[in-house]
T-cell receptor, first 115, second 113 residues
């Protein structure tokens, strides 16, 4: 069974631009969560999607948004990029139906650098 | 808000020794506690997890204990090997109404051969 895949793996953008990252979950998984990982802040929860609906959201500004498609693939978008958005963005999938308490499988991440 | 504290931030052990990493969580609603191992250039990989109705769980050289009253849980790695060197994260998850996992800051484990 293929694992979680994320594209692209590396991305360089300049301030003010926007970016879209993609995540394909493990086949059969319907929950997709996104995390931001930085040396200073660690792993921080961005949001979770289940059946095309955002089910939970972390404490990030509205510049960070996401969506999920009917095949469970998910995208996250960051608009008006800031230097502080430079991070590793991780996607995790789960078979969770009722929410919570189920193991998540992480992808390799997308390394975003904002210049 | 919800918080997970993890100690130590760095741990260096000799090959064959044991390693212990401790975490404390704040939200009593947390009901699922996974541990992840992250190697350089890779995403976190689940190595063991425990649910709030269980006090201890073991998988070969790895064990996790949970004390719900004190709100802390620990990871124990016995007979450490150089390939155990990585960053380890604990996490606490609250299930009601969705899926939200709070991670500890991580412990960088060095196993010296």
């Amino acid at each position: 069974k293929a694992g979680v895949t994320q594209t692209p793996r590396y991305l360089i953008k300049t301030r003010g631009q926007q970016v879209t990252l993609s995540c394909s979950p493990i086949s059969g998984h319907r929950s997709v969560s996104w995390y931001q990982q930085t040396p200073g802040q660690g792993l921080q929860f961005l949001f979770e999607y289940f059946s095309e609906t955002q089910r939970n959201k972390g404490n990030f500004p509205g510049r960070f948004s996401g969506r999920q498609f009917s095949n469970s693939r998910s995208e996250m978008n960051v608009s008006t990029l800031e230097l502080g958005d430079s991070a590793l963005y991780l996607c995790a999938s789960s078979w969770s139906t009722s929410g919570g308490g189920n193991e998540q499988f992480f992808g390799p991440g997308t390394r975003l650098t904002v210049l | 808000g919800e918080n997970v504290e993890q100690h130590p931030s760095t741990l260096s052990v000799q090959e064959g020794d044991s390693a212990v990493i401790k975490c404390t969580y704040s939200d009593s609603a947390s009901n699922y506690f996974p541990w992840y191992k992250q190697e350089l250039g890779k995403g976190p990989q689940l190595i063991i997890d425990i649910r709030s109705n269980v006090g201890e769980k073991k998988d070969q050289r790895i064990a996790v204990t949970l004390n719900k009253t004190a709100k802390h849980f620990s990871l124990h790695i016995t007979e450490t090997q150089p390939e155990d060197s990585a960053v380890y994260f604990c996490a606490a998850s609250m299930g009601a109404g969705g899926f939200k996992t709070i991670f500890g800051a991580g412990t960088r484990l060095f196993v010296k051969a």
